[in-house]
């Protein structure tokens, strides 16, 4: 059943990708109907092949590791690897793509590039399930390139559009220093090991194996280079100022690209993080630039009046988040925070018409609150209540924080946000909406804790432990300490402790502090002559 299930999919993914993108454009756009009915139908077959398989690990009935190669040997032996985290990540991938195909049948219901954009769609689908499903790095780096390059077709939807132009082209440009960081990669990969197959790679880097000085040396290169690839892929701060200019784009595509294909960057630490815990101090680098990406989309997103470039900022700060959970080691984390942020921004940005709805509803509770913050002097009282509180629900539920790679630090930030939103509560004046303030925070630890050591129990076998030798102390408190200041701010916004300070801090916030034009304007040095 495996090795059927894995032709299957390799199949299945690689015809979506090759026979739809080899489709000529005019031939595509004079029978949209057909286009778009069979990238639905080949996504819909892919979910439902994809929910299998994930239903057949959970019951056991498919092996923790299925592998299928063609040739069965050689450094170029292609095929799939299926285990844990590439079973959950293609069931994520095909659930979204099938989501976004019947959102897009009305979306763009008489678009005259219909046809062309279905074609690009399943493109983009097919390769990203290749790169999800490939036990052969070169095939994985391939795919990878394929995204890119399908996406960059989807982003150029509107051609006649300078920002869309503008944009699609910087990620273009973005997008191909990633590939010469993974290209770097794989030359090094081949020059230790002498074959690109993920199963061999993992097993000899393993840490029964051991490691000789000579392979820690390369592995340390290797490391860096992946980090910096997956950087790239992952709108980080420097290199972010693309996502938030896609806005021009077709809305089911930007429901595609934030919560799925950017998603790529992260899921590249996840699957590659048996070589990447191999260069620690990569993984510092990684946890502060993650950081650093959080901190300044979060605070950049909340000046933002345009629902598209919010979600847009969003996104980049949810990545920076994901980053971070990477370097400190905390990869099971990271997983679920992949799964979690792509289930919510697709609903979010498809969702985006009905923002009018909801900002009247939003308007409607602002009568209940205050116009001064909550007091200061509740605030490291209700501190110390919500970390007794979520210690006491870990150690009902058997959660050990202190196995946990990066525990402390993300305990950390997770206790500081629901003390935040806590103390925000205190504004409004009814003691029942404090009090289902209080019950939300417990459900919400509860939940975050179960869906973590679900995902774990799943995944945490297949990606790498933290290794022994890492310097994520240093990492970790630089985390918790940019958090601490990140809450300290938001207390200072809604205290008395705000002044006109607040109004200058807004206008550079709604500009981005300035990087986005910048970087803007740097990129416009290698795209001005795609426009």
């Not at 006491?392 to 202190?402: E, K, N, R, Y």
Request: charged residues 10%.
């Amino acid at each position: 059943m495996t090795t059927t299930l894995l032709l299957a999919l390799l199949l299945l993914a690689s015809f979506a990708l090759f026979l739809l993108c080899a489709a000529p454009a005019p031939a595509c756009n004079r029978r949209p109907k057909v286009v778009r009915t069979t990238a639905t139908l080949l996504i819909g077959w892919l979910f439902g092949l994809a929910l299998l398989g994930f239903l057949g690990r959970l019951l056991g009935s498919i092996d923790a590791i299925g592998e299928l190669r063609w040739p069965a040997a050689g450094p170029l032996a292609c095929g799939v690897y299926y285990d844990g985290v590439s079973s959950l990540v293609l069931l994520l991938v095909s659930f979204v793509g099938l989501i976004v195909c019947r959102y897009s049948l009305r979306y763009l219901d008489g678009d005259s590039q219909q046809g062309n954009y279905f074609r690009w769609v399943a493109a983009t689908i097919g390769s990203v399930s290749l790169l999800v499903l490939s036990g052969n790095l070169l095939m994985l780096v391939a795919a990878w390139v394929s995204t890119s390059l399908s996406l960059h077709h989807l982003l150029l939807h509107f051609p006649t559009r300078a920002g869309a132009q503008r944009a699609a082209w910087t990620k273009f440009v973005i997008s191909r220093a990633g590939d010469l960081f993974l290209a770097a990669a794989l030359i090094l990969v081949f020059r230790e090991f002498g074959t690109f197959d993920l199963s061999f790679l993992f097993a000899a880097v393993s840490a029964d194996t051991g490691v000789s000085p000579d392979r820690a040396n390369a592995l340390a290169w290797i490391g860096w280079l992946i980090v910096c690839g997956g950087i790239t892929k992952s709108a980080q701060f420097p290199l972010h100022s693309w996502l938030p200019d896609t806005l021009e784009t077709p809305t089911p595509v930007s429901a595609l690209m934030h919560a799925g294909v950017v998603n790529a960057g992260g899921y590249l630490i996840i699957r590659l993080s048996r070589l990447v815990v191999h260069a620690p101090v990569s993984l510092d680098l990684l946890a502060i630039i993650g950081t650093t990406t959080a901190l300044y989309a979060g605070i950049t997103m909340l000046t933002q009046s345009s629902v598209k470039k919010k979600l847009a900022y969003s996104t980049v700060a949810q990545m920076g988040f994901m980053m971070l959970q990477c370097g400190l080691g905390a990869f099971s984390a990271a997983m679920l925070h992949l799964v979690a942020h792509s289930l919510y921004k697709a609903y979010a940005f498809l969702n985006s018409g009905n923002v009018l709805k909801e900002e009247r509803a939003t308007r409607l509770e602002e009568g209940s609150l205050a116009k001064i913050g909550p007091s200061l002097a509740k605030l490291p009282l209700m501190g110390a209540a919500v970390a007794v509180g979520c210690a006491t629900i870990a150690w009902l539920i058997g959660f050990d924080l202190s196995a946990k790679s990066g525990g402390y630090a993300l305990a950390a930030v997770f206790c500081l946000a629901l003390t935040t939103g806590l103390w925000e509560s205190l504004a409004f004046h009814r003691k029942a909406v404090q009090g289902a303030a209080a019950i939300a925070a417990g459900v919400v630890t509860l939940l975050y804790l179960g869906s973590y050591q679900a995902i774990d129990a799943f995944v945490g076998v297949h990606v790498a432990p933290a290794p022994a030798d890492s310097t994520a102390v240093f990492a970790g408190w630089f985390v918790v300490t940019a958090f601490l200041g990140l809450a300290a701010l938001q207390v200072a916004l809604r205290s008395r402790a705000s002044g006109p300070w607040h109004e200058a801090l807004y206008v550079h916030a709604w500009n981005g502090f300035y990087a986005d034009a910048a970087l803007t304007h740097f990129f416009a040095l290698f795209t001005s002559k795609k426009k």
